[in-house]
């Protein structure tokens, strides 16, 4: 069965810092582009970053830029967000989902769905953000 499981999410002060896992059991995530997003209440869904496992090429939203990294642990097939200089406007429930194609590649994958107009196949449950003094 595929699946994604996100966790670190939690309460956090302005200025802090959370790393949010995205595990995944069923397939492996070699082939897939992995992307972080997230949704605030009464918004709609944002695209934060990707990394394409084909060569490792990560791609980010201007929002995060500089304050979240997207990184990936081959050996136990997850992938991190590690999110540093959090603002109250970073509060959302976060997500990641993984999509690949034997048509398109990887990094165009990535590019799309930074872009908006990707649906990600494979989608975890979220985890909770909050960023609050």
């Known amino acids: 069965q595929v699946q994604l499981v996100e966790s670190g999410g939690g309460l956090v002060q302005p200025g802090g810092s959370l790393r949010l896992s995205c595990a995944a059991s069923?397939?492996?995530?070699?082939?897939?582009?992995i992307g972080w997003f997230r949704q605030a209440p009464g918004k709609e869904r944002e695209a934060l970053s990707c990394?394409?496992?084909?060569?490792?090429?990560?791609y980010y939203a201007d929002t995060v830029k500089g304050r979240f990294t997207i990184s990936r642990d081959y050996a136990k097939n997850t992938v991190y967000l590690q999110m540093n200089s959090l603002k109250p406007e970073d509060t959302a429930v976060y997500y990641c989902?993984?999509?690949?194609?034997?048509?398109?590649?990887?990094?165009?994958?990535?590019?799309?769905?930074?872009?908006?107009?990707?649906?990600?196949?494979?989608w975890g449950q979220g985890t909770q953000v909050t960023v609050s003094s």
């Open positions: 990394i394409s496992s084909s060569d490792g090429s990560t």
């Open positions: 069923g397939f492996t995530l070699d082939y897939y582009a």
């Open positions: 989902a993984a999509d690949g194609s034997p048509l398109v590649p990887l990094a165009t994958i990535c590019r799309q769905a930074l872009e908006g107009f990707r649906h990600f196949g494979s």
